[in-house]
């Protein structure tokens, strides 16, 4: 229990950990959609080969496709190109590091699938089944009256009664699979090895770049994440000022007389609770500001120095007689 823990954790802590375990999900998906997946060939010369690429090609193409949809650094990507200039100049490190990370996790689960049907070898039997020479095999069914084509189309077919008390069909399939696994696990061993080298040889090139494209990279994930929940709690008490408004526009003058109390002054209470609902609004507070500041954010993000943050200017008050003698200071 505790290590599922650290599992939901790990995913949970960021949008990139969020993004893997999505994929890890998609890829068990598409290992259970093909378990499930009841494979029937249509044993026809003229649709053997097209019905068994596209179970092979297709699902591949709608995993990749959702896993482009789900990827949150397909958004950051896309606002990341197509935005205006403003105060900040485009990386084009950071552009091909999220294209780079967001290809990567999309490709995982229709590599998943290609890979279980080249290792299965029923797909691959279906389509070429009739490109092997049937020489090389004893026990051809030749007393049918059929085709060769159309007798090597049925060989994925092991059911039909032309191949009853044969064992023709058996051999052929077994030498098509034997290709198909041999492609499936060189595919394999290639990626496994083009992940090993790219592991072993990312020191030996500049590392400190690649650090600065990441920490980008994720700064501007979690710059409009930090955006996003401060509009909330802005578009909350903004709403809430709006109906609180319509209210009390509609209530008349109504006078209440209790005695007044030292520690409890409703005017403090109600000034308080102001001053704290003002500090969230930020000073803005018309539908024009709202509209101006979402347009401003789109077309000029603030440039990346927050050295005037670091020091804040203070205000200084200082209380002076009618000569102009100082009498006390505030800040």
Known sequence: MDRLKLVLQYFQSNSESISNGICIILSLICVKLY??????????PQYNKMYSLGVVFVP??????LGVLVNRHTGVLMEEWVKPLGNRTKNP????????????RA????????????????????????????????GIPNSTGLELIKIMAKVPCKEDVIFKNNSFWKAVSRYVRCYSQAIGWSILLFFIFLGAMGRVLKPCFNHATFLQTRYWSNYLDIEQKLFDETCVPHARNFARKCVVQFFESMQEDVTVR????????????????????????HGITRQDQVDHLLQTWYECKPELDVTNMAYKPKV??????????ALFSEV
């Open 35 to 44: 378990t499930s997946f009841d494979f029937n060939c249509p044993c026809l």
């Open 60 to 65: 591949p193409i709608i995993l990749f496709l």
């Open 93 to 104: 490190a950071v552009v091909k590091f999220l294209l780079s990370s967001m290809l990567q």
């Open 107 to 138: 490709l995982l689960a229709p590599m998943v699938w290609i890979l279980m049907t080249l290792l299965d070898g029923k797909c691959f039997i279906c389509a070429f089944s009739m490109n092997v020479d049937p020489k090389y095999f004893t």
């Open 258 to 281: 209790m005695a007044l109390s030292n520690t409890l002054r409703p005017s403090t209470i109600h000034n308080e609770y102001e001053e704290k609902e003002e500090e969230q609004l």
């Open 316 to 325: 200084c008050i200082t209380w002076e007689d009618h000569n102009g003698k």
